[in-house]
T-cell receptor, first 114, second 109 residues
Framework: NAGVTQTPKFQVLKTGQSMTLQCAQD?????MSWYRQDPGMGLRLIHY???????DQGEVPNGYNVSRSTTEDFPLRLLSAAPSQTSVYFC?????????????FGSGTRLTVV | KNEVEQSPQNLTAQEGEFITINCSYS?????LHWLQQHPGGGIVSLFM???GKKKHGRLIATINIQEKHSSLHITASHPRDSAVYIC???????????FGQGTRLTINP
C-alpha cells in the first residue's frame, strides 16, 4: 500500500541506549519530517528534509540526528536515549513545489525510555 | 503563546448535533490543514485549505484569510467522529507546519 511506513510501532529503551526510528515513503515525496507528540504539547517538529541530501532542524532537534540519503527514507536516530524522549513519534511527507499538497502521516512509533 | 490557537480544547456533544471547531493564526499562510487523530491512532489529513470552503461527506472546512480564522464543521455528528482534531498552518515562505494544541471531541450516543 502506498503511504508512509514507520517502524517499529512500539519500543522500550534503557537510558543511554541508541536506536533508529525508520520512516519510508513510496510516493516520491520530496519533503519529509519528524514530529514528536506529547500530552498537552501538541505536535512539535524535530527535523525535516526538502530532498535527498538536505536536512534541517525543527523546534526540538536536540538529542536527535537525521539523514536523507534517498528520497524514500528518512531515519531518525537517538544517539543516547533519555527519559525526556519518551513520546509518540510521527513521520510525515508531502510533495514540494507548491502549497496545494497535503501531508501523509505514518502510523506512529510509541517510544518509552526507562 | 502558541501561534495557532484552537477552541474549544474539549467538546462533548450528543449524537446528531452540529459541531464547530475553530482555529486562529497570527500571520499570512500558504495553507491550513485540518487533521484527525483517533485515540491511540495515527493522524489522518482531512482538509487542506488556502481559501474558501471544502466539503467531504459530513465534514465542512472554511477559511477566512482576512480574519486569519478557519472552522471545521461536522454535521449530524456520530460517536465514530470522536477524536482529536488538529489545525496546522504552513506560513508563507516556510516549509514546516505549526500545529494547534488540538480539540478533543467526544460524541455520546
Amino acid at each position: 500500500n502506498a503511504g508512509v511506513t514507520q517502524t517499529p510501532k512500539f519500543q522500550v529503551l534503557k537510558t543511554g541506549q541508541s536506536m533508529t526510528l525508520q520512516c519510508a515513503q513510496d510516493m516520491n515525496h520530496e519533503y519529509m519530517s519528524w514530529y514528536r507528540q506529547d500530552p498537552g504539547m501538541g505536535l512539535r517538529l524535530i527535523h525535516y528534509s526538502v530532498g535527498a541530501g538536505i536536512t534541517d532542524q525543527g523546534e526540538v532537534p536536540n538529542g536527535y540526528n537525521v539523514s536523507r540519503s534517498t528520497t524514500e527514507d528518512f531515519p531518525l536516530r537517538l544517539l543516547s536515549a533519555a527519559p525526556s524522549q519518551t513520546s509518540v513519534y510521527f513521520c510525515a511527507s508531502r510533495p514540494t513545489g507548491g502549497s496545494n499538497y497535503g501531508y501523509t502521516f505514518g502510523s506512529g512509533t510509541r517510544l518509552t525510555v526507562v | 503563546k502558541n501561534e495557532v490557537e484552537q477552541s474549544p480544547q474539549n467538546l462533548t456533544a450528543q449524537e446528531g448535533e452540529f459541531i464547530t471547531i475553530n482555529c486562529s493564526y497570527s500571520v499570512g499562510i500558504s495553507a491550513l490543514h485540518w487533521l484527525q487523530q483517533h485515540p491511540g491512532g495515527g493522524i489522518v489529513s482531512l482538509f487542506m485549505l488556502s481559501s474558501g470552503k471544502k466539503k467531504h461527506g459530513r465534514l465542512i472546512a472554511t477559511i477566512n484569510i482576512q480574519e486569519k480564522h478557519s472552522s471545521l464543521h461536522i454535521t449530524a455528528s456520530h460517536p465514530r467522529d470522536s477524536a482529536v482534531y488538529i489545525c496546522a498552518v504552513r506560513y508563507l515562505g516556510a516549509q514546516k507546519l505549526v500545529f494547534g494544541q488540538g480539540t478533543r471531541l467526544t460524541i455520546n450516543p
